[in-house]
């Protein structure tokens, strides 16, 4: 049977799609367990961990203070306060070199930055001092440690759990503008109101699998991303593939990640929860 | 500004340790199935992460050996790792190439490499959180993570730090006891065999009191290794539990 995988890995997977199951045992729509820690990370101004199955992502926020720009005009967003970026190294798997940054980790990187634009967040959260002359940039770093598919949306809630878990202390400018300094005694954490419901899919043949692993990834002739917010707006969808999508499985894949709103959001609350406890 | 004190007068260093007492370790071993052999290490606040690959077929025939498997060594630290600074995120940076040729070079001489001809090792390094001594928190972790991936070793490598500092010898300094501009001494030994990996001081100790400082790391390497083993014991005993017997 072992060889038979080996040497047929997609007839392998035919014949349990058609019983409407996968050789890890869950069913075609079933979700990995999925584990959120925050604040694990005391060096950092914010932190979480993600495991979706075996795939685990920390992730790390680190609060910079910078002038504010000239051109930057007083619009009511914080874009490119936040910088997002994630790493694949070869930690996380043999198909990732060290010396340059993969395609999928670059591309990642991209829809997480144009992702968290898309977060309800007040600039005026993000000033260091009371009247904004001086600004608060996030960093936000994710260092996948073990990859076994479905990345994004692991991803994406541990870059959205660290965010809300975001501690800032109170700026003070001096009289003059010349000296600025952080009064560590009163930390206010982050507020962000707004959640991100992302779940993937991989398709095989006419089969939709959801949260595939890393095999099914490899083996799928499609792949479905889609990202809601709390108010079941959309907020990203991908779908690239071979295979022309119908729109009963795009509904059908709509519908199913709109069910998982209240589980990620539990999930997410309670990691905060459980991290202000400590 | 009055200079920091590293000592109180009754003794006890910044966090609370006497002078030869080490940080709490924390370890676990196999936490990534992908890897051949990985493991988690937290000594202190410094943490770590390593996975292992190989023996496997060496990526560039110019490197292979013909007579021992080459081992690799990469060494990356987090963005957020660090509490004072924020690492830029390149890794070409020569801190992280020392502390991995370092690495790479006390596994060279503990791993039984001469088994594994024309094939390669790699050991990856990634540091979540810094608190000084990294370079011993990095020795001890990746070999964790080498005895998980069932790689024949000659021995156990256990590395401490120590330093010198008010004119008394420090056993595994923190960040804040690094940077006090003392001695920074890192002794890295095969406990079991007896025989030293590696020995490097940066700064300057007064000859008298150098074998002091030595002798204090030699056993924090030891209560390493005590800790270590019991690491090793603890999870084979689990792995034995867990197996499936496959006669029945």
């Known amino acids: ?278 | 500004m009055s200079k920091l004190s590293y000592i109180t007068p009754e003794g006890l260093r910044i966090d609370g340790r006497r002078n030869n007492e080490i940080r709490r370790l924390n370890m676990k071993m196999g936490i990534f199935n992908r890897a051949d052999g990985s493991a988690y290490y937290e000594q202190g606040n410094t943490k770590i992460t390593v996975a292992v690959y190989g023996p496997r077929e060496v990526a560039s025939n110019q490197r292979m050996l013909h007579d021992r498997a080459i081992v690799n060594c990469e060494y990356s630290q987090a963005a957020f790792s660090s509490a004072t600074d924020r690492k830029p995120t390149r890794k070409s940076d020569k801190q992280s190439y020392e502390i991995a040729s370092l690495i790479k070079q006390a596994f060279e001489s503990t791993i039984q490499i001469t088994l594994f001809p024309r094939s390669q090792i790699d050991i990856y390094v990634q540091v979540l959180q810094a608190d000084g001594g990294l370079k011993a928190a990095a020795l001890n972790a990746a070999t964790l993570a080498v005895i998980d991936a069932g790689l024949p070793m000659r021995d156990f490598i256990c590395a401490c730090s120590a330093t010198f500092i008010e004119g008394v010898p420090l056993l595994d300094m923190n960040q804040m006891e690094e940077r006090s501009g003392g001695a920074d001494l890192l002794l890295s030994i095969q406990p079991q065999l007896g025989g030293v990996i590696s020995l490097n001081m940066e700064s300057k100790v007064p000859q008298d009191m150098f074998e002091s400082v030595l002798e204090l790391a030699n056993l924090g390497c030891m209560k390493i290794f005590a800790l270590l083993q019991t690491e090793v014991k603890r999870h084979s005993a689990d792995l034995l539990s867990n197996q499936i017997n496959p006669k029945s």
């Open chain 1, 1 to 278: 049977m072992e060889a038979f995988q080996k040497i047929h890995p997609l007839e392998f997977y035919r014949k349990f799609l058609e019983r409407s199951v996968r050789p890890d045992g869950r069913s075609l729509q079933r979700i990995r367990n999925t584990t959120v820690s925050a604040g694990s990370i005391l060096t950092a101004d914010g932190s979480s961990f993600v495991k979706i199955g075996n795939t685990s992502v920390i992730c790390g926020v680190r609060a910079e203070i910078a002038e504010k720009q000239q051109d930057q005009t007083t619009s009511n967003t914080c874009k490119s306060q936040i910088i997002v970026n994630i790493e694949m190294g070869p930690i996380c798997s043999n198909i990732f070199s060290s010396t340059k940054p993969s395609e999928k980790a670059m591309s990642l990187c991209t829809q997480l930055n144009q992702l968290v634009q898309l977060l309800d967040i007040d600039p005026k959260q993000l000033y260091f001092d009371v009247d904004g002359k001086y600004l608060w940039y996030l960093y936000v770093d994710l260092y996948c440690l073990d990859y076994n598919g479905n990345i994004l949306d692991a991803a994406i809630i541990a870059m959205l759990s660290a965010l809300k878990n975001v501690k800032l202390p109170k700026g003070v400018v001096s009289d003059d503008g010349s000296e600025v300094y952080k009064e560590e005694d009163t930390m206010r954490t982050l507020i962000i109101n707004s959640y991100l419901i992302p779940l993937s899919f991989a398709v095989i043949d006419e089969y939709v699998l959801s949260d595939p692993s890393l095999e099914e990834e490899k083996l799928s002739n499609g792949s479905i991303s889609i990202v809601y917010n709390e108010k079941r707006e959309l907020c990203l969808q991908l779908y690239s593939g071979i295979t022309p999508l119908d729109e009963k499985t795009l509904q059908q894949c709509l519908d199913q990640t709109k069910q998982r709103t209240q589980e990620i959001k539990d999930l997410i609350d309670q990691s905060i929860n459980d991290s202000k406890d400590k």
